[in-house]
């Protein structure tokens, strides 16, 4: 499995099935490349209606003919409606199952316009990750791991400001107790710009740090 953090929230997931999430690219100051490099997706994940994770979610799922996931409102939203794409629309607590992978979506606090923001556990090809979206840090993140498995990857944001930062995400590795982490959401604006070496330091032993630079890739083995 490969792993591909396009810049921001942005991630690529490469395996049997390849699957992209929160896909701001177009606008993104961070983007590692254009909408155009990403390769042909098989399910597009939305954490929330946030122009910085919805971004080119529409398009893609329009070009690769792919299924968009996210929750219930932002499926039926106008915007999602009108391109006639293909969706998924669940609930946090929910599990969408198809050909090999298990897509779950997961409690976030955060703000939306549309249902409720969310996280994702996807479990593909024996692997279990997890992308938290945009959130706080909260001590039911422990209970992700007790419902779905030790958690291989964790994604989670150290920007502060909209989300939790490098202290709560700190915080969140020892309540995931994933074997690696991979920080999000920090450095595309000055008002997130975060201290990356001060999330490992706090993070400790609780996990390995990740640290993807936008357009860099972590294979597992
Ligand atoms: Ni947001
Ligand atoms: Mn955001």
Redesign the pocket.
Known sequence: MKITRLGHAAVLVEASKTIIIDPYIKDNPAASGTVDDIPKVDYILVS?D?F??MGEAVALAKRDNAQLIAVHEVTVSKDVTVAGVQVVGMNIGGTYEDDGVKISLTPAI???EAGS?CGFVIILDGKTIYHSG?TDVFSDMALIPQLHGDIDVAMVPIGGH?TMDEHGAAMAARYLKASRIIPIHYNTWPPIVADVELFIKLVGDSSEVIVLEPGQAFETE
């Open positions: 929330h946030h910085d994770h955060h703000s939306c923001p945009d909209f």
